[in-house]
Structures are given as C-alpha cells and as structure tokens.
C-alpha cells in the first residue's frame, strides 16, 4: 500500500500544473459524490423494498379478504337455500318422484324456479343449482336443476357422500355446463355442495344435495391483482388443501410437476428453495372457511426492485461528473493558460527567438500571474533591445574587420599580377599555370567584392566553383561539385563567403585526411521555403558524431582547420537576418554530410540596405 503511495505521488509531482489542478478539483468532488450516491443508493433502495414488501403484502391481504367474501357468500347462498320454507315443502311433499302428474311436477317446477330465481337474482355472479332424482321431469333442465346421476358418476361421490352425511359442506371442481348455453368451451367452477333435509312420508327423511358456484376466472382476476411484481404467482387452496386457482396456470404448473410447492403455513417473506429457483413466501389463511393464500415472489426479481434506483443514480452520478469534469478543466485552463503562454515565450526566448505575440489574458485581473508575465514582457523587450544594440555592434566589428582585411590587400596590384601570371603562362603554353592564375583571380575577385558584404547568389556559386577548380589541380580531379540552383534564386542575394567553407570542409576531410577516400562528390541545391531559401550541401564522406556537430557549431575553428569557422559563419547569418536563419547539420558517421543553411529570400538592393 505505501509502495501504491509513493508512485502515486511520483506520479502526481510529475504532472503538468493544468492536470494538476484539473485532478485536485475533480478528484475529491466525484468521490463525494460517489460516496454519497452509495449511501443514497443504500437509503432508497432498503425504503423501496421495505415499501414493495408493504405493497406485495397488503395485495396479498386485499386478496384474501375478498376471496373470504366470495367464500362466506357462497356460504351464505347455501344456507339460503337450505332454510327456504318453500324448497323445504316441496322436497317433503309425498312421492316427490317422476311416476307423478306432468302437471303438478310443472307446479312444483314453477314454485322452486321461483324460489330459486329470488336467490339468485341478488347474487349474480354465482350459480346456484339443486340435484334433484331424475325421474323429475325438470331434472335436465340444467339452470336450476340437476339430474343426481351426474353427482354419483364423479369418482369422488363417496367422499363428497361421507362429507355431507356428516353435516359437512365441501367444495369440489367443475366443469358443467348448461344445456341452454350458446358457449363451446367449458368453464371451470369451484362449486360448494350442501344438503337440504326434510321429513317425508311415515319420518322417513329426503335429502337433496344443493351447490352454489362460482367461476373460476373470478378468483384468478383477484390472484392476478394481488401478484403486483408479475413474475411470481399466487394461488389458492381449499379447506382439504386442493388447488383452487392461481394468477398464472402455466407458471403453477411448471412448479407444482418440479414440486416444493408448499401447502402449509409459512411466515411472511420467508425464503424458500425450490426447484425453479429461491423465492421468498407469504401465507395467508382464511381462517373462517380453512382456505389458504400463497404468494411465491422470485428472490432475483424482489433484488431487481433496487435497479431502477441504481440506474437513477448512475445516470445522475454520471450527470455530476462530467458536469465536475467540465468545470474543473474549464477552471484549470483558465488559471493555468497564462502560465502555459508564460512558459511557451520563456522557451521561445530561450531558443533565440525575441520577437512574441503580445499575451491576450485579462491584464485588468492585476493578480500574481499578470505582474509576473508584465515583468517578463518588460525583462524580454529589454534582451531584446540588446540583443539589436549588440548586433549593430557585431555587425560593425564585423565590417570594419573585413574592410581591415581588404585594406591589406591592394585589389589592383593583385589583380595585375595575376593576369601577368596567366599571360607569361600562356606565353610559354603552360595552359595548367594560366589556368590556376585565373581561378585564383577570381576567387579574391569574389571574395573581396570591392568591399561589399553583399553580392548574388550567382557570384557566391561562381566563387565555390573557382575554389574546386584550384583544388581540383591539388587533388588531380578529384573533387565533383554539382551545383542544382534555380536561375530565379540565383538572382536572390546573400552575404558572401557562407557556401565555400562548407565545401572546403567537405574536401579537407574527404579526400585531404582519408587517403583511402579516392573521389570527393559535394552538390550544393537551393530552394524556396515559405518566403526563405534553403541552401542543401551534401558531401559523400566519412560524416560526423552528434557530438562532433555540436561542438562545430559551438566553437570557432581556426583557419587552419577549416578556413572562416563555421561557428563564425552561422554567427554573421543570425546577427544579420535574426535567430530564425542559420546553420544546421544531419550527419552521421559513415553516411557523410548535410549542411542547411537558412537565409531570407531578398533582392541585392534588400540586403544591401538591411546591412547599413
């Protein structure tokens, strides 16, 4: 963990001062407001479920409480046709059988439809019936009336027998219908049989069984309202633990064939395994008629209830972050963009470059930052100032210098005597002497030029090659120079004696200290570059270190190593046309030589003026 620490601070220290700001503002913001995502995340989640929990089991109690009410009016109805005097008195009329009268089996008919039709009228969602012996002539009619025989045919007539011998009412499952009906399908009804009991002829007793039903799709409707998550289910027992209904058949079903399903009390919500999965149970009785409610809720899908608030959460967690984020980028480039623009000129300067855009930032803020940049802005037109005090310093020293150097020289006496030399030459037809007496001549001529620093680049090529031509005699014809200037930069100007060194270097460490070195190729190309033109001069000859690059261009050679000194080259270049213009290398050794030289593209009379 303090390894972790220490890289971390390693890390932070080794940032740049916008990140970090933009870390120390974002960091400890987005983890408060994580921290207190998670507790509120914590909070609502635990108040959601205890208020589903609330809900689910308030549904659930809701339901119960109204299948009491069909279940205690089921009762009811049957209690109702049991005491009714008029139903009494006609079972226990004598011969209450089919071998009577049609018409006084119809008025017995017509005064039990009656009875029966008051009953009913009042409580239309259930169907009330009577068996009657189906020698009646009114046994089929299927409203009212049901023949006997249809009870005896079920398989469980003997239990339902014994149930009701023993003063005990019970419900069975059914799936009649009446002979009137226009439907096709059957529907499932719970029924409640009873009996009705009177006394017949000489005591003997009659009994007849009575039911009150209801469909099924009633108490699924409940079922269905009281299973609020709807992946779980819900169903019914009867007082004997029978399957009543449930709010999903399939689902009942499928679990009830994999089995577990519990059929006795459980507490509220507690979890159970069973082979569909875990799920937490609810049990409530109704204690009255012995019925039993279940409630099977699925443990993944109660756990799910919490994601619509993690989501919530996050979207608003994600929200605040970016929201931090933004602003603490905008507020860590707002304080550190001066800073950045201060550190880029500081760079700039260092590089030589003096000339910088002026800083946009608000001086009016009058903060720590503004003074530091307005002492710098004051610090760096001071350098700069002088910096040009010091070059029209130089560039004195440097033209009284060269002026001092061709006042040694008196041109036209050297002029003279080499164009004797080249006419005694010639005289005697030594073709070779005449030659060397004219590139000679030449080359003071160019390099001289009256007294001037600046001529064209077509003369300062015309000097180069009178230099290879002497050297040329020295070396037996080893020295190649290709010259690939176009005509519109030879017409440029530049200040004289600034390619000839380069390529006296390239020959004195070519072919002069590298016996082995049998030929010396130089070419020396031009072109334009953004309103500057860059000179390349390539050699094919051992080359050079980095190290040994740097060191030219940081030290001033004497002549004897290698003429005007490269360093006091690239010196004259950016004294005269600025820190932008100058000397440049790519080398490397065994790979030979590059020099760049970078001057501005002016005409004579441009330069000419530039240098007064």
Known sequence: MKRVYHILKEYFRALPLKKKLFYSYSVPVVAICM?????????FSGTYKRQYRHIQTQSCVQAANFVSQYVGNMYYISSLIENSAVVTNIISSPGLSGSRAIDEQYREFWQLNNEMLKISVSNSIYRIGLYIPDGL????????????????????????????????????????????????????????????????????????????????????????????????????????????????????????????????????????????????????????????????????????????????????????????????????????????ALSRNMNELGSGRFKMPAFSGSPQSGDEIDGIYRNFNRMSEE???????????????????????????????????????????????????????????????????HGKAALLIKDELRHVEAYVRIENVHFDGAVHLEIVVPEEIQSCACLGIILQPFVENAIIHGVAEHPEIKECTVCI???????????????????????????????????????????????????????????????????????????PALKLEQLEKQLQ
């Not at 690059?549 to 005007?564: C, P, R």
Request: aromatic share 12%; with cysteine; proline share 3%.
């Open 383 to 449: 350098l700069q100032r002088l910096m040009e005090e010091h070059y029209r310093q130089g560039k004195s020293v440097v033209t009284a210098e060269l002026r001092a150097l061709q006042s040694q020289i008196n041109p036209h006496f050297l002029y003279n005597t080499l164009d004797l030399i080249n006419w005694e030459a010639m005289k005697y037809k030594a073709e070779n002497i005449a030659g060397i007496a004219q590139s000679l001549g030449q080359f003071y001529r160019l390099s001289l030029n």
């Open 137 to 340: 002539v009114y046994a089929e009619n299927d409203y009212y009336f049901y023949p006997e025989s249809t009870l005896k045919k079920r398989p469980d007539f003997l239990e339902i027998r014994r149930k009701l011998d023993a003063g005990k009412k019970t419900f069975i499952s059914l799936t009649e219908i009446a002979s009137y009906s226009p439907v096709i399908n059957r529907e499932e009804h719970i029924a409640l049989l009873g009996t009705v009991t009177s006394s017949g002829p000489q005591g003997v007793k009659q009994q007849f069984i009575t039911k009150v039903e209801i469909p099924v799709s009633e108490l699924e409707k409940i079922l269905q309202k009281a299973n609020t998550m709807g992946k779980g289910i819900v169903y019914l027992l009867d007082n004997d633990g029978r399957f009543v209904a449930s709010s999903d058949a399939a689902e009942y079903e499928r679990l009830h064939k994999e089995g577990g399903l519990p059929s006795v009390r459980t507490g509220l919500w507690e979890p159970r395994k069973l082979p569909g999965g875990e799920y937490y149970t609810l049990w409530y009785g109704i204690q009255k008629y012995g019925w039993q409610l279940f409630c099977l809720v699925p443990a993944s899908e109660y756990r799910k209830q919490g994601s619509f608030i993690v989501a919530v959460i996050l979207l608003i967690l994600v929200l605040l972050s970016a929201a931090v984020f933004a602003v603490s980028y905008t507020l860590s480039s707002f304080y550190t963009r001066r800073l950045t």
């Open 35 to 43: 921290f207190s995502s998670a507790a509120s995340y914590l909070f």
């Open 525 to 599: 190309s031009a072109e334009f570059d953004s309103g500057a033109i860059v000179f390349d001069i390539r050699d094919n000859g051992p080359g050079m270190s980095y190290d040994r690059q740097k060191q030219i261009l940081d030290n001033s050679f004497s002549s004897s190593e290698g003429g005007y000194g490269i360093q006091n080259i690239n010196s004259r270049l950016k004294l005269c046309y600025g820190g932008e213009y100058g000397v440049t290398f790519d080398s490397a050794p065994g790979r030979g030589t590059t020099v760049h030289i970078r001057i």
